[in-house]
Nanobody, 126 residues
């Protein structure tokens, strides 16, 4: 079992930055596929960013490409989401996800991830 705990959310003005952290425990996630999803009120959960095992592939939703960066620190068993140039439409609960995947690939499907964090709120004011 893998436990994921997100942190780093909060309230920020439009144009500002936040860095979300996702600390994993229970197993080393170096070779796990990991990512971030978000869900805004009244909207469906959507893929934000993903990173493959070995960090060979990173993918982003079109809405965040060029503004968000996903990265991994294997020594800390932690994945990050650096969010720059934040917009009010980025307001959502952000979830960290993971699954053990031998293929070097990223999935944008929520159902492909076995482990989910509890979520952290990000609010961007205009």
């Amino acid at each position: 079992q893998v436990q994921l705990v997100e942190s780093g959310g909060g309230l920020v003005q439009a144009g500002g930055s936040l860095r979300l952290s996702c600390a994993a425990s229970g197993r080393t996630v170096t070779y796990y596929r990991m990512g971030w999803f978000r869900q805004a009120p009244g909207k469906e959960r959507e893929f934000v960013a993903g990173i493959s095992r070995g960090d060979y592939i990173r993918q982003y939703a079109d809405s965040v490409k060029g503004r968000f960066t996903i990265s991994r620190d294997n020594a800390k068993n932690t994945v990050y989401l650096q969010m720059n140039s934040l917009k009010p439409e980025d307001t959502a609960v952000y979830y960290c996800v993971a699954n053990e995947e031998w293929r070097i690939a990223v999935s944008r499907a929520a159902g492909d991830y076995d482990y989910w964090g509890q979520g952290t709120q990000v609010t961007v004011s205009s």
